[in-house]
């Protein structure tokens, strides 16, 4: 199993900028798909954005060109790099990973954007 905790979250203005980071108990991460999704007040939990093994990435429409996933294999951590932030970015943030079909979640890290 493995044990992931986010952290960076806060509150931001319109057009600002925050990179969160998720850090895993497992020094192997960089092996498997990591991914952020996001849950707004009120309405379903939706992928951000996802980066496989390989480093290959995908991302949301919503966020394409806005925001960037990479990881930190010396520190088993994998970033969101969050710029020109819109108050539909509000919400709360997690990071999921899967391992041997058991999906794994964060806490959740908050996200709030001020127009």
């Known amino acids: 199993q493995v044990q992931l905790v986010e952290s960076g979250g806060g509150l931001v203005q319109a057009g600002g900028s925050l990179r969160l980071s998720c850090a895993a108990s497992?020094?192997?991460?960089?092996?498997?798909?990591m991914a952020w999704y996001r849950q707004a007040p009120g309405k379903q939990r939706e992928l951000v954005a996802v980066i496989t093994p390989g480093d290959i990435t995908n991302y949301a429409d919503s966020v394409k060109g806005r925001f960037t996933i990479s990881r930190d294999n010396a520190k088993n951590t994998v970033l969101l790099q969050m710029n020109s932030l819109k108050p539909e970015d509000t919400g709360v943030y997690y990071c999921?990973?899967?391992?041997?079909?058991?999906?794994?979640w964060g806490q959740g890290t908050q996200v709030f954007v001020s127009s």
């Open positions: 999921k990973t899967r391992l041997w079909g058991i999906d794994y």
């Open positions: 497992r020094r192997d991460f960089n092996s498997y798909a």
